[in-house]
């Protein structure tokens, strides 16, 4: 979030500032959902999550005992997957491929794993802006679970097939970008050793 210092947000948060929780949703949700449908659940499911997570952010804010060391993103993030993984927990799904986590305070790296996690996030909402508008819708409607017959006649493409082609494609662009990015690179070669 860039428009927006760590401190106009919490006030915001504290005051129910409409124009300030809609930054928030802007910015943040789409990756809270892209997270939360990775990872087995509902477009219903993350819009939960990220509702859960801005009540919890709302009463440690409330009662001044939030203490934000990343930004404000990466922390709200923190709590959504918290949430997420615990929602999953709840209902006895082990056996899924999720990220298995500790619950470490949220805005801090307990770990190498977490602030890779943390990269990744920052990297894909940073280039998933950066693709065409194109990607950039086919990809929404793919994560919101859009039936791909309907994307193709939303998007003017003659098939399903063109849908999946368009999928790969634009998957790839964003893989590459991330993938070729500095900081991403010096995590990964870290990680490696």
């Known amino acids: 979030m860039k428009k927006l210092t760590l401190g106009q947000i919490v006030e915001g ?9 809609s930054v928030i949703y802007k910015e943040i949700f789409p990756v809270v959902r892209y ?13 939960d999550v990220f509702q859960e997570s801005m009540i919890i952010v709302f009463r440690k804010i409330s009662r001044d005992s939030v203490e934000i060391t990343t930004g404000f993103e990466a922390y709200l993030y923190g709590i959504a ?51 065409g508008k194109e990607c950039q819708d086919l990809l929404t409607m793919i994560s919101e679970e859009v039936p791909y017959e309907t994307i193709a006649k939303q998007m003017g493409y003659k098939n399903e097939k063109v849908v999946r082609n368009k999928k790969y494609k634009c998957k790839e662009v964003l893989m590459k970008m991330i993938k070729s990015d500095r900081e991403y690179q010096k995590i990964a070669a870290r990680l490696k050793k």
């Open 35 to 47: 997270y939360v449908m990775a990872n087995g659940g509902t477009q219903e499911d993350a819009k």
């Open 13 to 21: 948060i504290r005051k129910r500032d409409n124009a300030v929780l």
């Open 81 to 131: 997957r918290m949430v997420w993984l615990k929602i999953l927990r709840n209902r006895d799904i082990h056996d899924r491929n999720i990220v298995k986590l500790e619950e470490p305070e949220v805005g801090y790296y307990e770990n190498d794993e977490l602030m890779e996690e943390d990269l990744e996030m920052r990297l894909f909402r940073k280039y998933f802006l950066k693709l």
